[in-house]
């Protein structure tokens, strides 16, 4: 791979400083920016959310739109600076030259075509005049290529008829379709499931391997980066801290935020060991036996659709002793988080017993009968689930007078300290929720969880739309509160590793059914059953011990 | 067997849209006044005849037996006999209908693709001095009064300069059973301004939405990835925009649509073209009503029916709604 270093590189990106013009004035998006890409080559660009990494990316395809500036430095392909070139002759390379994956495949294809002709329109577009036979033949072998089933067959089919692995096969052929010798991947797997983005990472590293395509890889994700990349380039606030062969920046790290960024990520212990397992078991909090769920086809609008009912869960069984955290994990489709709004009594159950501190639940009713109320959640983006029109200590006040109707009046000091608890400054309680970051929103969603006192919580992947390191703190906040206050939780992540270090058992969930489920360290360390054991292959070694 | 509930829905639908419009529409002509005094000479008829012309009508009859020969009319498809023109109330809807009909057509027309243009001129370049322009116009153009706006139409297209007749529908041909203006070239002159005062507040809203359509799906994903993908705009424009907007639109055009075809009454009265509004308007004067019934009615039918055919188009054009999967 270093062959051709003494020519000149492929893309050179020297001193790159890029200003964004804004209503509150300018400011540094990327700053002093210098690194080379060689032929066949693998960069990682990796950071947290606001590190600039992904205006790189746009910059070197050309998509930063017009309120940024390139106030210094370059970006050279092949020796041409990319700056010097007309907007005419920077499309002309787009597609044909440097090609591009997005991240999130549900928005990356347009939804009223199908994808063979948005495969096809690409082709066209950088080789005009072909006729259409060959371009659809073209297509069907592209899609082939990456690694869909039935090419023809799929080739008439729209984005929304695909699953989210193929759809962004189909996106990665559309980036290979005018064979670029360079593709900027903007976290081309954060929104996949975790066997779905190994195959995906062995389809980008077969190509670069084979046909010496070069990939400038833009993730937070140091999982990813150590599968495939050859060099790293770690950034913070538009700025580099550190860039080096990947080996390198992941054995012997230089600076102290990559050790951060490293020690971060959680890590997934394969050998038993003893720290959560308990003597005996407590009287269980929940108690849930074959609960079943199906999604009918009364779609009225789908005039020529055949009503089809699917099921989402299948027959699932669980309990939750007291005191404990229960982890479900699976992939996107599993059932696991309808599990989860069937237990807060957000979605009813077809069928199924649920047992609640003692008490049988009514599960095809909400209210006091059933579970709203009693079991509180915590939902994923904590910046969708807090009403951007109230300020902390309004939501947490709301929280207060709901269940007031149901214990009594409630002291309103309980408010500063639970957030003393959560960690959260008293001054935080006047602000609005776009005034918090990430991690307090989160800590403000766990307060107002905590507050409402309830039986049960259940937190669908409360960590996964937030930074890594941020994750890391509030993982430690939840596994505190719960040795603290001795809580009960269903902790629904797809993350294993984050999983076992939070949970005392674990539930592995497949197509609705209950695949695997018992203690924590047996799921991981002896575990026998096939999908639990691809499950955990499926993370890159590194990080599992 | 989606489809049959679905046309079950929308025939119950119908039918409970024009039972209420009916109800609504019989007791508010039968308090306005008594017909009677419009049918016989005021000045001349001795109480005999007017007690006369009131069992001929079936006025001397309660209310709810009079509801009840209405519906028995309506069930026959006659909505009995119009007290002002003597004919069947049906027919004289039917006679109007062309007249409207093209009228609307042609207004939607100029709107959609006036609309279409100017929205997504504006919308591929928001904030730009041309932007502000269309959006501010568009403004004024939503509220100004339809009939101040048939009124400057008037003045500046037929009185002022005399390129267009200021009313009327002018020479007429007949092509299936209806008679037409945009057959002739004296018709379709006739036209121009009736349409044009339809079609600007129409031509506002559709841009107003293309406008917000085109820069909400510029901002998504999948135009930057056409864009990297080294597309043109123009084929980006014209095979990934304009469809993803066109929902909305689809929508937005057939409720004006609907609109048209029944309260065009400011235009039709202004350029004395003899649609539906007019008809409308002329026999809620006279208290004509199986005349108002029968309008009525026809609006009800087309409401649902276009509100349908929305529907239909939607399926045509989202796979989503399709094919679900």
Redesign the interface.
Known sequence: MSASTTTTPLLEVRDLTLRHNGRGGQTTIVQNVSFTLGRGEVLGIIGESGAGKSTIGNAV?G?VGKSFEQSFGTIRLDGVALETLSDRER??????TI??I?Q?HT????????VGNQLG??IS??HPGLPRSEIRRRTIELLGWVGIADPAGRHDS?P??LSGGQRQRV?IA?AL??SPSIIVADEPTSALDATVQKQILDILRNLVDTIGLSLILITHDMGVVAAIADKVVVMKDGEIVEQDATSTVLENPKELYTQQLLSAVPRLHLSPSAAHSQPEEPAPILVVENLSRSFG?G?????????SAKFALKNVSLRVPRGSVLGIVGESGSGKTTIGRILAGLEKGDSGKVTLDGRARDISRSGDEGLLGHVQMIFQDPALSLNPRMTVAETLRECLRFTARKEGPRNPDEITRMTDRMGLARTLLSRYPHQLSGGQKQRVCIARALLARPALIVADEPTSALDVSVQAEIVSLLKQTVTESGLSMVFISHDLAIVQGICDAVGIMKDGRMEDFGPSDFIFGRSENAYTRRLIDARPKIFTH | MALLSVITGRLSQAFLLIFVMSLVGFIGIHSVGNPVYNVVNIETATPEEIRRATILLGLDQPVWRQYLVFVQNVATGTFGTSYIYHQPAFGLVLDKLSATFELALFAMLVATVLGLGLGVLAGTRPGSPLDRVIVTSSVYALSVPSFWLSMMLILVGAVMTGWFPPGGRGLTANLLGFDWSFLTSDGLRHLVLPVLALAIPNIALIARLARAGTVEVERMEFTRFCVAKGLSRRRILFHHTLPNISLPIVTIVGLQFGGMLAFAVVVESIFAWPGVGKLLIDSIQLLDRPVVMATLTFTAIAFVALNTLVDLVYVVLDPRVRIST
């Open positions: 395809i998509l499309r002309k390379l787009r597609g044909k090609a591009s997005f999130d928005s990356s294809l347009d939804p009223l075509m199908t329109e690409t577009a950088i729209y929304h008829q996106v559309i379709a005018g086809g779609n009225i609008r789908g005039l020529l659709g055949k009503p």
